[in-house]
């Protein structure tokens, strides 16, 4: 059951995320990327810790590249509004970013770049 309805970040354009891939369980903040249709993206430099990924999956970036990536199957978390949902993490960038697949479930108000407000 959702903790509240509506939370505000001030670190704008981040939100607050609780992971889980196995046994790894993780809260982090994560950038707010409305052109990433993916669930979460957790940098590169910290999959080692997710262990084997579940699978690999072709993607195509921002600029059009292709490229193939890891992907493990576990659960995401709004910190403070909702309970978690099952999720596609994949490992790609230099920080964590939440996609389309989950922010789609919220409405968010971008407060002119002071403030991320979050409503389920």
Not at 50 to 59: I, N, T, V
Not at 74 to 79: A, D, L, W
Not at 96 to 117: E, H, N, S, W
């Amino acid at each position: 059951m959702a903790a509240n309805s509506i939370v505000e970040s001030s670190r704008y354009p981040y939100l607050q995320v609780r992971y889980a891939v196995g046994n790894h369980h993780e809260t982090v903040w994560a950038y707010v990327d409305t052109g990433f249709d993916g669930y979460l993206g957790v940098p590169r430099s910290q999959a080692h810790r997710l262990g084997p990924p579940d699978r690999e999956a072709r993607y195509r970036l921002a600029d059009s590249s292709p490229v193939t990536l890891p992907v493990y199957l576990g659960t995401i978390e709004f910190v403070g509004l909702m309970r978690s949902l099952p999720a596609r993490i994949m490992s790609v960038g230099d920080e964590y970013i939440l996609g389309r697949a989950v922010i789609d479930r919220l409405r968010l108000t971008f407060d002119r770049g002071a403030r991320l407000v979050a409503e389920a």
